[in-house]
Nanobody
Framework: QVQLVESGGGLVQAGDSLRLSCAAT????????VAWFRQAPGKEREFVAA????????NYAGSVKGRFTISADNAKNTVYLQMNSLKSEDTAVYYC???????????????WGQGTQVTVSS
């Protein structure tokens, strides 16, 4: 089993930056990729970004490309999501997920964290 714990969420203003962290523990060798998804109230969960542990296989949703950066720290088994130029539409609960490939499809990930709230005020 793999456990994922997100942190770093909060309330910020539009245009601000925020960095989310996802710490993985347990059988980390079972996973090859970590992703971020988000879900806003009344909306379906959507893919944000994904990466392999070596950062070679990154993948971004079009809505965040150029503003968000995903990166992995192998030594700490932690994946980060640096979010810049935040917009009100980025408001959502952000979830970390782990699996075998940096796919944009949620059903390809086997492990999920509990989520962290990000609220962007305009």
């Amino acid at each position: 089993q793999v456990q994922l714990v997100e942190s770093g969420g909060g309330l910020v203003q539009a245009g601000d930056s925020l960095r989310l962290s996802c710490a993985a523990t347990g059988r980390v060798l079972n996973i090859r990729a970590v992703a971020w998804f988000r879900q806003a109230p009344g909306k379906e969960r959507e893919f944000v970004a994904a990466t392999t542990w070596n950062d070679f296989g990154t993948n971004y949703a079009g809505s965040v490309k150029g503003r968000f950066t995903i990166s992995a720290d192998n030594a700490k088994n932690t994946v980060y999501l640096q979010m810049n130029s935040l917009k009100s539409e980025d408001t959502a609960v952000y979830y970390c997920a782990a699996g075998f490939s940096p796919s944009g499809r949620g059903n390809t990930y086997d492990y999920w964290g509990q989520g962290t709230q990000v609220t962007v005020s305009s």
